[in-house]
């Protein structure tokens, strides 16, 4: 039996656990961290909440006798990513992080790529009248300063009270969402600018591509860093790996 923890959070990560719970000699735990007050559960056996830092992912991976882990967590969600780097390096057990990969910029997009969340903010100031912020609900405050713009928010939950947001219209919903949709609430709200995190995947490209069609620019948050190692960009390319490990695994125990 080769048992893997999925860090999970994406719709990648879903799709990863329900393809693994269909093969046989693989036992799969899904993490989720526990954002969104209504997550939809993974396929198979699965947990929320943070471990306690790289010390109480590294104990989880011991107590529960975990032989891989697969990092499917989002491209921005870094902390996790680094953390589970060093867990899996302390308790020396095979790590793959499952990336998708970036969008790319094509003919006709509007692009002013800045490094994190602060210098999007700063690239909106004197340039952008009525924004749509896609980038979830944690970093909006970093926008609150700028009480000239009117902003239509994203978010899949509400903000918490004690959280300053700016000027503007908060609409929950969470993808994926259609190019039509997308048109019509660039249209509707007479948006002149997106404010987006390059995440990659198909879920939430329509709106860059709905920008492209309609001549609206977008402030792209490039990616952070993600930690050294193994990686695949797909989740087919994550169920090979892992049937790679479990030949290994089956071949270690007929050793013993
Ligand atoms: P983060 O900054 O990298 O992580 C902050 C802390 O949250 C981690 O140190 C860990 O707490 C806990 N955590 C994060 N992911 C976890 C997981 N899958 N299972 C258990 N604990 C987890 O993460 P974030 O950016 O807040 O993202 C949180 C979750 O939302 C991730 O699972 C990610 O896949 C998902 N998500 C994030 C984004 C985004 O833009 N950041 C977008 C879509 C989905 P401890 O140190 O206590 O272990």
Known sequence: MLRVLILGGTGDAAELAAKVANIPGIEAISSLAGRTREPSTP????RIGGFGGVEGLAIYLHQMQIDVLIDATHPFANQISFHAANAAREVGIPRLM??????????GDI???????????AALENEAQRVFLTIGRQEISAFSHLQEIWFLMRMIDPPNADVVIPPGLVLCDCGPFSLADEREILSHYQIDTIVSKNSGGNATYPKIIA???????????KRPLVPAGEQVADVESAVKWLLDKLGNNAAKCREI
């Open 43 to 46: 396929v198979g056996n699965f």
């Open 98 to 107: 499952m990336i998708r990969p970036a969008w790319e910029q094509e003919e």
């Open 111 to 121: 692009w002013i790529e800045v490094e994190n969340i602060i210098n999007a903010a």
């Open 211 to 221: 920008a492209r069609e309609m001549g609206i620019k977008v402030v792209m948050v």
